[in-house]
């Protein structure tokens, strides 16, 4: 009964035109916004403090996104309803989230940001539910960080002084990391589309455009988005092995890989032992670009409040006169005031406590475990299913994922209001979500004699 359900769903997305046109428009412009956003062309310190200001054109955009998807809610809201109590663990931490608004240290904002996050929420999965084709939104990723990389190149001919800073490039961002994080997005994109065999031109089109993203990735200096980048498609290689491979060889290749690190870790210990030298010796002098410093300091405010946090978006984007010191100097920044820990994982246990952390690292253990099985069960694009989610878009959401939890270890993203990745990661996550449950086979149905 559910996959006759399913198969009437993707039918019905199919026979309505109006649905499946409003749902692309809307998800190009929500991406393109995600992606570009509002260039400022000021990266003043005193611009940069105000990190509590909302746009009123942010707002208004976001709205107008929300306003135009309700008609795609009323024509698909059962299957809207049904993938958001699939999706059960991610509301769950979002509805905590917004709890947590009545004790955070500055509830104005921080009930402002839990708006625009439920408004995004709102659109994935709404969207998840009404995209005719899965690789409508690969190839809308990559063209809009293409559109942004375009920008950036286009305002780094113009406008050198301001496009290059000294710490790389940033184009029409405001930072260099934001720069490298797009392109590195727009890859992750790119290489899953070359997946689906496009024809000559085509292929040549996505070829160009990713030689661009990558040239910007490395202009940017972005070190992180760059590893990402270089260690992506052995460790999707991998997982893709693995999960195709019998059961025992990917426990042996699993054993193996554990056993040469421990190795490695107990043989540099034995050479100390024999040299007389200190083991942690060459790590002391590491500060990994001065963050070493933030990460104390963040270790020393999380304990002013381990349980439930300061509150969603409620340490970094506050009200100067709430707590005056976090604006009131550089911090630790030498051109900028510095507005997150460079750790995703210590912001997360900052705003959200162990509470917030311990759902939300559920989360993300829950959707790279379906990532990863969609990967084993998924085959190649069909032409007659369209919307049925393929191996293509099963390695960028396993690639993406990957990509974030390694890019939070020394940057600040993870469930936050940053528009590039928070729609991002709800997408894959309610995709995946919406393919685990069209995939369950059908109740058994019991007849009375």
């Known amino acids: 009964m559910a996959a006759g359900t399913d198969a009437l769903v993707d039918n019905g997305i199919h ?9 692309s428009v809307i998800l190009f412009s929500m991406l393109l916004y995600s992606v570009v956003g509002i260039p400022d062309f000021n990266r003043t310190a005193a611009v940069a403090a105000s ?10 955009i976001w709205l107008g996104l929300l306003s135009l998807s309700l008609p795609l809610i009323r024509a698909r809201w059962q299957a809207v309803l049904q ?18 608004t009545t004790w955070a240290l500055d509830p104005t904002a921080s009930s402002r940001r839990i708006m625009f996050a439920w408004i995004e929420i709102i659109l994935a999965v709404t969207l998840t539910c009404t995209i005719p084709d899965r690789k409508t939104l690969l190839r809308f990723i990559f063209i809009s960080c293409l559109v942004a990389g375009v920008a950036d190149l286009v305002v780094w001919i113009i406008m050198p002084g301001y496009a290059m800073t000294s710490e790389g490039l940033a184009g029409i961002q405001d930072q260099k990391n934001q720069t490298g994080l797009i392109m590195m997005y727009g890859l992750l994109a790119g290489g899953p589309l070359l997946l689906y065999r496009p024809p000559k031109r085509e292929r040549y089109r996505i070829l160009a455009g990713m030689a661009l993203l990558f040239f910007l990735l490395l202009a940017s200096r972005s070190k992180t988005c760059l590893s990402i980048i270089v260690l992506m498609p052995p460790l999707v290689w991998l997982f893709y092995r693995l999960t195709h491979s019998r059961l025992s060889l990917s426990v042996a290749v699993i054993i193996s890989l554990l056993a040469i690190l421990t190795c490695i870790v107990f043989g540099y210990f034995l050479w100390c032992e024999d040299t007389n030298a200190a083991p942690f010796a060459p790590f002391q002098k590491m500060t990994f670009t001065s963050r070493t410093d933030l990460w104390s300091f963040m270790l020393e405010e999380i304990q002013k409040r381990p ?7 409620s340490f970094w984007s506050i009200d100067p006169s709430v707590q005056p010191s976090l604006k009131t100097s550089m911090w630790f920044g030498s051109e900028a005031h510095i507005n997150e820990a460079h750790d995703g994982y210590l912001d997360l246990m900052a705003s959200g406590g162990a509470v917030g952390f311990a759902i939300g690292i559920a989360v993300l253990v829950r959707t790279l475990t379906l990532a990863i099985e969609a990967l084993a069960r998924t085959g190649p694009p069909d032409a007659a299913a369209p919307s049925r989610l393929s191996n293509p878009q099963a390695c960028f959401h396993l690639a993406f994922l990957l990509a974030l939890c390694i890019h939070n270890f020394t940057e600040s993203n993870l469930f936050s209001n940053n528009g590039l990745l928070a729609v991002a990661l709800y997408f894959s996550i309610f995709d995946l979500e919406y393919w ?14």
């Open 307 to 313: 349980w439930l946090g300061a509150g969603f978006y």
């Open 436 to 449: 685990k449950r069209s995939s369950r086979p059908p109740a058994p149905s019991y007849r009375r004699m």
């Open 15 to 23: 026979s309505t035109d109006w649905v499946s046109r409003l749902s």
């Open 83 to 100: 993938l958001v109590r699939s999706s059960w663990l991610l509301i769950g931490l979002f509805l905590y989230f917004t709890c947590s």
């Open 51 to 60: 990190t509590d200001h909302v746009s009123p054109v942010n707002r208004f």
